[in-house]
């Protein structure tokens, strides 16, 4: 299956890519300095080629940010 490649409304260049039926990953692509992020599936699509460039940007802006990870690994010296 191909991904289906979709433009922000920053100008920022992303790859979906279904994951599984409930979660979608998008995933930035070329001059995109975003992180990835995981999105909920709307449950009407099954497929990311059927949404519009608005539904793929509420999809976006509904996915959390990825968190910094600040905690220091005990595993470390």
């Known amino acids: 299956m191909a991904h289906r490649k979709f433009t922000d409304r920053d100008g920022h260049d992303w790859e979906i890519r279904v994951r599984s039926r409930d979660e979608w990953a998008f995933e930035p692509v070329g001059e995109n300095p975003s992180r ?18 608005e539904e793929l940007q509420r999809l976006l802006d509904s996915a959390p940010p990825p968190s910094d990870r600040s905690v220091k690994s005990p595993f470390k010296d």
């Open 36 to 53: 990835a992020r995981v999105a909920r599936s709307p449950g009407y699509e099954k497929d990311p080629y059927e949404l519009s460039r």
